[in-house]
């Protein structure tokens, strides 16, 4: 079960918040993918399917939990570039960058 936490921060530290939690789960992912990979990248044989097997689904699952901090980084930065590029009320900006999320689209460009 996932459950989100919300807690406030300055507004100047929120980018080097998000770069942290970048790159902690970018190690996290990268150590489970390599390790994987070096059975996955060994020879196919009968012998090595069931360790194959599990491998790939571990790079799998390390894939979509990695893509999840993504989105989560991604919905932090956007609510952050929302409030730095709007005059935007302060009760507006706490609410906003309590748990990271805004609701509005990202603004492309």
Same mark, same amino acid.
């Given at each position: 079960?996932?459950?989100?936490?919300?807690?406030?921060?300055?507004?100047?530290?929120?980018?080097?918040?998000?770069?942290?939690?970048?790159?902690?789960?970018?190690?996290?992912?990268?150590?489970?993918?390599?390790?994987?990979?070096?059975? &996955?990248?060994?020879?196919?044989?009968? @012998?090595? %399917? !069931?360790?194959? /097997?599990l491998s790939i689904n571990k790079m799998?699952?390390?894939?979509?939990?990695?893509?999840?901090?993504?989105?989560?980084?991604?919905?932090?930065?956007?609510?952050?570039?929302q409030i730095i590029h709007q005059e &935007?009320?302060?009760?507006?900006?706490? @609410?906003? %960058? !309590?748990?990271? /999320?805004?609701?509005?689209?990202?603004?492309?460009?």
């Amino acid at each position: 079960m996932k459950v989100n936490i919300s807690y406030s921060v300055a507004l100047e530290e929120v980018l080097p918040l998000v770069q942290k939690l970048y790159k902690e789960h970018k190690k996290e992912f990268n150590s489970t993918f390599s390790t994987a990979a070096t059975i &996955v990248e060994s020879s196919f044989t009968d @012998e090595q %399917l !069931e360790a194959i /097997l599990l491998s790939i689904n571990k790079m799998r699952v390390g894939m979509v939990k990695f893509d999840t901090k993504l989105e989560e980084c991604v919905n932090i930065i956007g609510g952050y570039h929302q409030i730095i590029h709007q005059e &935007v009320p302060e009760e507006e900006v706490e @609410e906003g %960058l !309590e748990g990271g /999320l805004v609701d509005e689209p990202i603004p492309s460009g």
